[in-house]
DNA sequence: ATAGGGTTAG
């Protein structure tokens, strides 16, 4: 942790002033800068020696540059600031601290400019604290070398520092500047340690309007972005309107928003907007990521075939992060083939691009083909991430292969030296877990290196409510109740834990409990698109204009499959209610309403597309899989977790999931 | 001398 020091804290005619008030002039009587202003030596050799450097640096060659540096006394200001841009360049930050102290020595840690240039080389070799050191020592902070030390905390999340930082530089007197807000609004952002990060970002938001900054593209953008990213898309759209200047960027920012925000139709309809409307900005490989992440939360797949078509159109299918979007929305929207299409076809693949593939045919329960993807990965030279340890392990969890994913989690420190995270312990707990070997779960995470945190946790929960292990899921959720006491979802799982074991005082005692909290359970949302619009579902809708035809269908359905046997699954309904009324709860549950609109809405041999906001209930899984049968449709639903691939009265998922 | 938006999991 660094802070400015109390003491160095001064008042602006003070700070003007050239003496040193940290020691009072005594520490460094060596460093005066009028009487050894290197510029002043007029030598031929000493010119020729430093263009030598210059020109060494400018061909990469630091080490010689280096070399010639120790035979010349008094090297310029150009000299160091090529030689710290090749520090910074070569990566070499034992080079940089070398350069520094030679600077040092020569006089030039008076000069702000060379500090600002050494601050952003440290910034960039990653050692943020040799920066604050350069900053600490250097008297005469301009604007720039505020802004420097600015970024430099920014990049690596210490927004707090920053902060505090930038009070004292208010009430030092020195104005901000455009930049200084593009860095000041990122650490609101981007702050790991920040308790209010909206509040701090409105705060700041003010300063810009009173300054005048309003009008800035970068500025007001960046503002936006602070906002999308602390989850205020309302602030953020308001940000959005109000700029008189909006650019690509600005556009992207906004699309952006939306689709990480939950708001995947708004991104869909801002990005029609940007195309439609008559200005200067046009949807550019950036824009077009956003768009396509938007397709694939909504499943939206006649509509990601159009912005495909589109991405070919403007020439954008050569840009990798792209191809990787496309890979993911094909995957999202049940299109495996078309998906791995793309991956064939594709030049070039990075990390991200298998990772990709990978999660696509785990998430429809092909666990045997991720793990296949995953060892061709390696073969071919690509060393997995984090990230591609998680999509397989995923992978194993839907599809129960227990012994693989024990194999693969152990390769991570044996064969990758990789140590496993909090998060791949979260998918050894689901694999385990979801196989029913609560035990084995529970001693993985009692030989954890690090303390089990709220997604293993949360894993195992989530195993508990699959198996309906009351005694397991009370020690789990009294934990979780303290390390996540605002996520609705655990008091619901504990709750639909309790109501299957039908304790109704306990299942009453935990929805008091959430209640009292102030927590509002998610309500179950699904979507489907038809003709290239999207329809969603909330349970029990009366908004719908055909709410009553839907019933209707529904409730006949429901008496057809009792005459063939059927019995309604309401064990997940929360309440101690007459059966009856039970099943009237289920039957408006919001995926059945859309499998009922699309069975309506969409022609004979066409497939059926569904998200769903959460886990697919039972008794919706066993229903579809009957209309898939009786009504002889395919039907696609993708829950929170992974794909249900609805067919001839079976699931692609075995009913494992 | 310094600035803004995007990809993989759960």
């Not at 840690?109 to 040799?130: C, Q, R, W």
């Not at 083939?337 to 691009?353: E, T």
């Not at 292969?401 to 979260?426: D, I, Q, T, W």
């Not at 309401?570 to 039970?582: A, N, S």
Request: a neutral charge; one cysteine or more.
């Amino acid at each position: 942790m660094w802070v400015l020091q109390s003491h160095q804290i001064i008042q602006p005619a003070q700070f003007l002033s050239h003496r040193c008030y940290t020691c009072n002039g005594s520490s460094r009587p060596q460093l005066c800068f009028l009487t050894l202003n290197p510029s002043t030596s007029t030598s031929k050799a000493n010119k020729n020696n430093n263009h030598l450097i210059q020109s060494l640096c400018r061909q990469g060659n630091l080490k010689q540059a280096l070399q010639v540096l120790t035979n010349e006394p008094n090297p310029t200001q150009q000299t160091y600031e090529l030689l710290i841009s090749s520090c910074a360049h070569q990566h070499s930050l034992s080079d940089g601290i070398h350069v520094h102290r030679r600077l040092v020595d020569s006089g030039f840690d008076e000069d702000p400019f060379l500090a600002t240039k050494l601050i952003n080389m440290y910034s960039e070799l990653g050692s943020v604290d040799h920066a604050c050191q350069v900053f600490d020592d250097t008297r005469d902070k301009t604007i720039y070398v505020w802004n420097a030390i600015f970024r430099a905390l920014a990049i690596v999340g210490r927004g707090e520092e920053v902060l505090h930082l930038y009070g004292q530089m208010n009430w030092i007197g020195i104005p901000s500047d455009r930049f200084t807000y593009t860095y000041v609004l990122k650490a609101c952002a981007a702050s790991e340690d920040l308790n209010l990060p909206l509040q701090k970002g409105r705060e700041i938001h003010g300063h810009l309007l009173r300054h005048g900054c309003d009008g800035n593209v970068h500025v007001m953008t960046t503002l936006l972005d602070m906002y999308a990213r602390v989850g205020s898309a309302s602030y953020a759209s308001s940000v959005f309107s109000a700029m008189p200047i909006k650019n690509s960027v600005s556009w992207s920012a906004m699309i952006a928003c939306y689709a990480k925000n939950g708001m995947p139709i708004k991104a869909l309809e801002l990005f029609h907007q940007m195309i439609l409307e008559e200005h200067d900005s046009y949807p550019n490989s950036v824009t077009m990521v956003s768009v396509l992440q938007a397709c694939a939360a909504l499943a939206a797949f006649e509509q990601g075939k159009m912005i495909h078509a589109y991405i070919l159109r403007r020439g954008l299918d050569s840009i990798l992060p792209v191809l990787n979007a496309l890979i993911v929305m094909y995957g999202k929207c049940g299109e495996l083939a078309l998906g791995q299409r793309v991956f064939d076809q594709m030049k070039r693949r990075d990390v991200v691009s298998w990772n990709s593939l990978i999660s696509n045919y785990g998430m429809h329960g092909f666990g045997k083909r991720a793990i296949q993807i995953f060892d061709k990965m390696i073969n071919q030279g690509v060393s997995p991430s984090r990230i591609s340890f998680i999509s397989v392990l995923g992978a194993c969890s839907h599809a129960g292969l227990v012994e693989e994913g024990n194999f693969l989690f152990e390769s991570m420190v044996s064969k990758y030296n990789m140590h496993p995270s909090m998060e791949h312990y979260a998918c050894m707990v689901d694999l385990l877990g979801r196989a029913n070997r609560l035990d084995e779960a529970i001693k993985l995470m009692d030989n954890m290196h690090i303390e089990p945190g709220h997604q293993v946790w949360g894993s195992l929960l989530g195993s508990c409510r699959i198996h309906c292990n009351v005694e397991l899921a009370e020690r789990a959720s009294s934990v979780l109740f303290e390390l996540e006491p605002r996520n609705a979802g655990n008091y619901v799982l504990l709750a639909d834990i309790y109501a299957e074991a039908k304790m109704w005082d306990e299942v009453k005692r935990v929805k008091n409990l959430c209640e009292a909290r102030g927590l509002l359970k998610v309500p179950g949302c699904s979507w489907i698109e038809v003709r290239r619009k999207i329809y969603s579902f909330v349970s029990v809708d009366e908004i719908n204009p055909q709410i009553e035809q839907l019933h209707a269908f529904l409730t006949k359905l429901a008496n057809e499959m009792k005459e063939q046997g059927y019995a309604t699954q309401t064990k997940e309904v929360l309440y101690d209610l007459e059966e009856e009324e039970k099943e009237r709860i289920v039957l408006g549950h919001s995926e059945k309403l859309a499998v009922a609109f699309g069975l309506i809405n969409t022609s004979k041999g066409e497939t059926i597309r569904i998200t769903k906001n959460l886990r697919l209930c039972e008794d919706c899984h066993s229903v579809t899989k009957f209309i898939s049968k009786f009504a002889n449709r395919e039907i696609l639903v993708r829950d929170v977790n992974r794909f249900h691939h609805f067919k001839n009265g079976f699931c692609s998922c075995g009913d494992y999931w």
